[in-house]
Each structure stands twice: as structure tokens, then as C-alpha cells.
């Protein structure tokens, strides 16, 4: 069932688990309990597409580095951010769950032997393999390289750009046990008097229509900044909202920060070039990239940070036209349906205007000076306490408080890069495929880090947000405990980037899914399990279905 409340809706609406946000998060968690025979309301904040006044209750203020501009930073409708997802999955390294002495706060609860089974699980929900192929079957300079140096991994892509769309999302509309619920933001996570359980979840639309939900489990999955939003929010009964009695609700925010690490020079540079281009093996898209051995990691004290190697106008330059062109209609074009196909268009005409021109035509304008083989950072940030949400004075058009965010880095973050790139350096002499020059701002003491409008579409990150409601054993170091359940709230549970205690390299989305379906898991044998007094009274369905879509007194 789908129900827009900017339109209609019962006054209230039970089932086994309520679900915040359509986002990836949000459906797998939806589709794994719904299948374990369990009713579910997902409740989406926005409609089937974007609308400027939905996308408003995003902004906010930035009061650290410079950020997107927070109202554009994630997408506020039925499928999320996924929907200019450029399908990037990579499973997190087995060096990512460890405690690292020389990572301050690091360490995930369980190891990568945990996740393994359900990796398999998303990577299968995503159309791609069930195993990762090893880089070295790619052949070429990429298994000369050395392993104690550096480590190759790779992206797989999931080639279905719209797979959380709404359009391929009717499983859930039309399950018998799933209430769909759009234009509904989450005002406020309302707990029971004692703060052990939460009671209801208060919805409104922008019409001013109000819904109260109740479940016997609620999952947070609005994402990074908005999860942690809420529960600050949350504070009717807590003063300091839900899950922060240690104050770390919103606290360790990480992105994926983007950076020029330098670029290669003489040798047979051009043939690193073609070695980390997206190609095809056994029927799947494949992309390489480079990070630090998990050996060096621990020698040279590096985080597990990443770079690949491409084409990039050197720094003083401008941009190429034809990507100017693609630039003006991503950055000027609202992403709508219609705006998003327009960016889609615009970079398929691109990418086959460089395909027909000359193919000597790259290894010219690098002769000329006019194109570098650049080093195009994507690094793992350090999680760090002071980098962090907040909420600030104003409020949106739903009540919400708005977000303040105060995005930090840390010298360790552009130490781990300075780290890679020397390691790079001494692998290209002895190969003989050219001499790395790092870039300027790695050898000056006074930057912590620099952004270059030249070396990606995403300049200043991967519009990753991770970490703000960390997992940990106990609350003193996380929000949530190893399964995503918010720490001294029985039936709270978080889905999505906002649990991850570190965040390598590799983009989040797999990692998502994968959580998402062992938290559902987790909540799946909490049923029947012994609940808080409190709990016990509210008035909940007693039978999966029960409740759905009905009124309640």
C-alpha cells in the first residue's frame, strides 16, 4: 500500500517495525523483514521525486571546512541519494574492523569474517558476483606492483542505476504487510517516560496532515546527517535527545575527502594510465585502485586510504570544455527526474566525444603539458570526535531543528595520503614507469588539506556521510552496539553509513546493504524475546499484519 499523507492518511498506523527513510538502508530492511514475514511502514520524508520545498528541509549551516551546501548534499526522496549513485561497490578491507594502535578511536565490534556472508547477500542483491575478483587477474603493470607495498583493489559496479527507484520498489507497495508512506517526515522519535522504549514516531507532512506511527521496532535509516539529526531532536522525554547520555550523537562525521595527490612524470607513465581504466572481465564492470599494504599501513602508521591514476588538467588550468559543459548541467540543473537524465545525456555525449577523437589525442595534451597522469585521491578520514552534527537555533517548515555541521580532518588524514603517494613513488622507479611528483600541499606544514576543483566532478568528497551514531560494545565509546541497536533503547535501531566506527576507503553502499540485512536479522530474533514493562503496555500488533494501514483509537 502507498499512502502520500500531503494527501491522505489514517490518523495513525501499526506494525511489527516502522522503518525512517527510502533510502537503500531503509528498503533492504524493509524487503529482508517483510520476507521473514513481518509488517513494516516505511515512511519516506519526501515523494517520488524531487521538489525544492522537500529539499529545503535539508539546509543548514557549515561551521568547519568547507562543505557542500548542506541542502544539496544528500536527496530527500523515495530512493535517496541512490538515485545519482554512480553504482561503486567495494567491500570494506579486513584491516578496516581492526583496532589500530595508530587510529585513534578505531576498531568496529565484530571482524570482517562477520560481514562476509552477508557481502555475498548484497552483492547478489545488486545484480554483481558473489566474490570479488583478484586484481592481478587483470594482468598488466597492476600485477607487477608489490604487495607488500601496495594493495590493488577493486570497484564492482551495479549497472542498474534506478534499483531503489520507487518504480522498481513494487514489492513492497504491493505486499499485503508493507505500508509505503511518502511526504512524511519523522518530527520527533518519541520515547516512553522511562526513555528504555520508544513509544511512537510523530509524522507530519508539509500540508500540515499529521500521523502517529506505532511499532514494536523503529529503524533510523535517513543517512548519515540526518539519523543523528533526529535523535538530538528526539528530546521530549531526554533533554539532550535519544542515545546521548555520553554526548556522542552526531559526533566522528567522516566523509571520503578528494584531493590531488600529485602526478606522474616520465618513464611509461601513460602505461599506469591504461592500467587503471574501467574494464570488463567475465562479464562484469571492474575498476582499479591503490592503497597502502595492510603491512605499510602498520610500518609507516597510514590510514587505509586510496588513490587511483588518470587524465586530470594540471593544477593551474582549466577545465576541459566538453567537461564544463557536463559540469553546468549537473551543477545548474535541479535533480529531478528530467534534470538527472539531462546529466546522464550530457556525460554519455562526453564520454563518446573522447572515445571517437583522436586516441593519441590524451598522450599529446600530456606532452604538451596540458594534461597530467594525476594521482585523484578518494581517502579513508581518521574518526574524529570533534568533527561532528549539531543541531542549530533555527527550524525547518516540519518543527525539525536544523543541522549545523562542523566537518574536520586531521593531520593524520593527509599524513596517510603523503604516505601512499612516496610508497607509489618508490614502486613507478623501480618498474621504470615514470617519477611521482607529490603535490605541493602534502610538503606544506601549514595546509591540513586542499581541495582542487580539477581533479573530480565531487571535488571536495564523495557526498559520504559516516560515523555519527558509531557502533561500539559499550555506550561510552558508541551510540549503538554491534547490531545497530541504539545502547539503553530496547527497540531502537539505526541502518546505513552513520554506524561506521572507521571508514576506509571503499564507498559505502554495499557496507549499507549488508548491515542493513544483519540488523533486520538482529531485529528479526528480538521478537518474542522479553521487552521492557513499559513496552509491553503500548498498544502494539500482536500478529504480523495486524495493524497496518488501519486507524487506530
Request: proline share 5%; net charge neutral.
Amino acid at each position: 500500500m502507498h499512502i502520500d499523507l500531503l494527501s491522505d492518511a489514517p490518523d495513525s498506523i501499526a506494525a511489527d517495525v516502522a522503518v525512517i527513510g527510502g533510502g537503500a538502508a531503509g528498503i533492504t530492511m524493509a524487503r529482508r523483514l517483510l520476507a521473514a514475514g513481518r509488517s513494516v511502514v516505511l515512511l519516506e520524508s519526501g515523494g517520488l521525486d524531487w521538489e525544492a520545498a522537500i529539499a529545503d528541509l535539508n539546509d543548514g549551516e557549515s561551521v568547519g571546512r568547507d562543505y557542500y551546501e548542506l541542502r544539496d548534499a544528500r536527496l530527500r526522496f523515495f530512493g535517496g541519494t541512490t538515485a545519482i549513485w554512480g553504482g561503486r561497490c567495494a567491500e570494506f578491507d579486513p584491516i578496516d574492523f581492526a583496532r589500530r594502535n595508530w587510529v585513534p578511536h578505531s576498531g568496529w565490534p565484530f571482524g570482517a569474517e562477520t560481514l562476509r556472508p552477508y557481502y555475498a547477500e548484497a552483492r547478489a542483491a545488486l545484480g554483481l558476483k558473489p566474490q570479488v575478483p583478484d586484481a592481478a587477474e587483470l594482468g598488466g603493470v597492476l600485477a607487477r606492483l608489490s604487495r607488500a607495498e601496495l594493495a590493488t583493489p577493486l570497484w564492482s559496479f551495479d549497472d542498474q542505476f534506478d534499483r531503489f527507484s520507487f518504480a522498481r520498489c513494487s514489492d513492497l507497495v504491493d505486499h499485503p504487510r508493507c505500508t509505503v508512506v511518502t511526504h512524511a517526515t519523522v518530527r520527533e522519535i518519541v520515547a516512553a517516560p522511562s526513555g528504555r522504549c520508544i513509544e511512537r514516531l510523530d509524522v507530519v507532512a508539509l500540508s500540515g496532515r499529521r500521523l502517529q506511527v506505532r511499532a514494536g521496532h523503529h529503524v533510523l535509516a535517513a543517512g548519515g546527517i540526518e539519523s543523528p539529526r533526529l535523535m538530538l531532536a528526539s528530546r521530549s522525554v531526554m533533554s539532550r535527545g535519544l542515545g546521548n547520555g555520553h554526548d556522542l550523537v552526531g559526533r566522528f562525521f567522516m566523509e571520503h575527502p578528494h584531493a590531488r595527490g600529485g602526478r606522474i612524470v616520465d618513464g611509461a607513465a601513460w602505461q599506469l594510465l591504461a592500467a587503471f581504466q574501467k574494464r570488463d572481465l567475465n562479464g562484469e564492470q571492474l575498476a582499479p585502485l591503490l592503497a597502502p599494504s595492510a603491512a605499510l599501513q602498520a610500518r609507516e602508521g597510514l590510514l587505509n586510504t586510496s588513490l587511483t591514476i588518470a587524465g586530470r588538467r594540471p593544477e593551474d588550468a582549466q577545465e576541459a570544455l566538453l567537461m564544463r559543459a557536463y559540469l553546468h548541467a549537473k551543477h545548474r540543473t535541479a535533480p529531478t527526474r528530467q534534470g538527472r537524465s539531462v546529466w546522464k545525456f550530457t556525460k554519455r555525449i562526453v564520454n563518446q566525444a573522447q572515445a571517437l577523437s583522436d586516441p593519441l589525442r590524451p598522450w599529446l595534451l600530456n606532452r604538451l603539458g596540458r594534461l597530467d597522469v594525476a594521482l585523484v585521491v578518494r581517502a579513508e578520514q581518521a574518526p574524529n570526535p570533534a568533527s561532528r552534527v549539531m543541531l542549530s537555533d533555527d527550524v525547518d517548515a516540519a518543527g525539525v531543528p536544523r543541522v549545523k555541521l562542523d566537518w574536520r580532518t586531521s593531520p593524520l588524514d593527509k599524513h596517510s595520503i603523503a604516505g601512499l603517494v612516496a610508497a607509489l613513488g618508490r614502486e613507478t622507479e623501480r618498474l621504470g614507469l615514470g617519477r611521482v611528483e607529490p603535490a605541493a600541499w602534502l610538503e606544506d606544514a601549514a595546509r591540513d588539506w586542499a581541495t582542487d576543483p580539477l581533479i573530480s566532478s565531487h571535488p571536495i568528497g564523495g557526498y559520504h556521510h559516516m560515523g555519527t551514531l558509531r557502533m561500539a560494545d559499550s555506550p561510552r565509546a558508541g551510540v549503538t552496539d554491534g547490531f545497530g541497536r541504539v545502547h539503553g533503547i530496547d527497540n531502537l535501531h539505526v541502518a546505513g553509513s552513520a554506524l561506521f566506527p572507521t571508514s576506509g576507503w571503499a564507498n559505502p553502499t554495499l557496507t549499507i546493504i549488508a548491515l542493513a540485512m544483519r540488523t533486520a536479522d538482529s531485529i528479526l530474533g528480538r521478537f518474542g524475546r522479553s521487552v521492557p514493562a513499559d513496552q509491553e503496555a503500548l498498544d502494539l500488533p500482536r500478529q504480523a499484519g495486524a495493524g497496518v494501514g488501519q486507524r487506530m483509537r
